[in-house]
């Protein structure tokens, strides 16, 4: 068994007024040699927008982009001719492929919006590019794994161009449940808290704190007071 420790506040911190981002792996200004990526998860930023902010249109290529609104709603239009609002419960996946523009936007004007930001990838380059969106049953996730992503466009969740599986779950204190790798070969998972706290396999973390782990079949999770936690399950190789 691998891990790596990503503390809450060692994440890099870019306030710009209107944006409060929190990057786990470097992006834009922040730059940490140690922490590109882990396997083929490249990007996750935990974004706060300001009271009808947003990101104005801008391009994306070759990347399946993912975002889970926590709260708030967040208002997408694209070149593929979507828009859409998505808000807590959602989760929305574009493969960027060959090219996408598009434009995020917080869609309320008195109150801000929480949303992760994450970038996985490909597998395949050049793919046509897709919107997908989809509402989750929340309860699906009471003290037990709920799966929100995966390879198979058949599977619960929506799908992505990557041998990935993403899964949540919202365990009330002193609740335990075990994830199985998908892939125990190849894969290895990113746990990041969103609320919480919790141990998995032995290692005590607290809310926004992120977890890697890999070349191990199994995570044992316990809650150490009522927790959300998301497990993003990920090749480990770029190749």
């Known amino acids: 068994m691998n891990t790596i420790l990503h503390k809450a506040d060692t994440r890099g911190d870019a306030n710009h007024g209107w944006l409060h981002s929190k990057h786990t792996f470097s992006f834009a200004n922040y730059y940490n040699p140690e922490r590109m990526n882990f396997g083929v998860l490249r990007v996750l930023n935990d974004d706060t927008v300001s009271e009808s902010k947003g990101f104005g249109t801008h391009p994306h290529k070759d990347m399946e982009i993912v975002s ?20 807590s419960g959602d989760i929305q996946v574009m493969s960027a492929g060959t090219g996408v523009m598009h434009s995020e936007y917080n869609n309320n004007p008195d109150a801000h919006v929480k949303f992760l930001q994450i970038w996985i990838i ?82 005590p973390l607290n809310q926004r704190d992120g977890f890697g782990i890999w070349d191990v079949e199994t995570l044992n999770i316990e809650a150490d007071n009522d927790t959300e936690i998301l497990l993003m399950e990920v090749p480990m190789s770029l190749n």
């Open 68 to 87: 889970i609104p926590l709260e708030g709603d967040l208002k997408h239009e694209d070149n593929m001719g979507n828009k859409t609002i998505i808000r």
């Open 122 to 203: 490909p597998n395949k380059q050049s793919v046509e590019p897709r919107y997908d969106q989809i509402t989750l049953n929340q309860e699906d996730r009471k003290n037990k794994i709920q799966q929100i992503l995966s390879p198979n466009a058949d599977d619960a969740g929506v799908w992505v161009h990557q041998n990935a599986w993403f899964n949540m779950t919202s365990l009330d204190k002193g609740k335990e449940v075990q994830y199985n790798l998908n892939d125990t070969k190849n894969n290895g998972v990113y746990v990041f808290v969103l609320k919480g706290d919790a141990t998995i396999n032995g290692q």
